[in-house]
Nanobody, 121 residues
Framework: QVQLVESGGGLAQPGGSLRLSCAASGLIHSINNMGWYRQAPGKERELVASITSGGSTNYADSVKGRFTISRDNAKNLVYLQMNSLKPEDTAVYYC???????????????WGKGTLVTVSS
């Protein structure tokens, strides 16, 4: 089985920073794209940022210049550095990773359980 575990959420003041981490573990053969989504109360889940296995990144317009996604391929980790946080960044953040498990013939995407980020003074 494959598991994703997020960490690093919490309370931050406007203008502050938080760093989210997501660790993939289990019977992993290979990992392709990794990303972060978020869902605010009453809103649909949206893509925040993604990174390919080659390191190419993509960001939502609302976080460009403030958030940075990175990955550690050796440790099966993906990070989201969030700077200049705004109250509208408040949401549950979910890790999403495309993984081929050891006994699988194809890749599927896996989701973490989410970590709450609250931006408030």
């Amino acid at each position: 089985q494959v598991q994703l575990v997020e960490s690093g959420g919490g309370l931050a003041q406007p203008g502050g920073s938080l760093r989210l981490s997501c660790a993939a573990s289990g019977l992993i053969h290979s990992i392709n794209n990794m990303g972060w989504y978020r869902q605010a109360p009453g809103k649909e889940r949206e893509l925040v940022a993604s990174i390919t296995s080659g390191g190419s990144t993509n960001y939502a317009d609302s976080v460009k210049g403030r958030f940075t996604i990175s990955r550690d391929n050796a440790k099966n980790l993906v990070y989201l550095q969030m700077n200049s946080l705004k109250p509208e960044d408040t949401a549950v953040y979910y890790c999403n990773v495309d993984i081929r498990s050891v006994y699988a013939a194809s890749i599927r995407d896996y989701w973490g359980k989410g970590t709450l980020v609250t931006v408030s003074s």
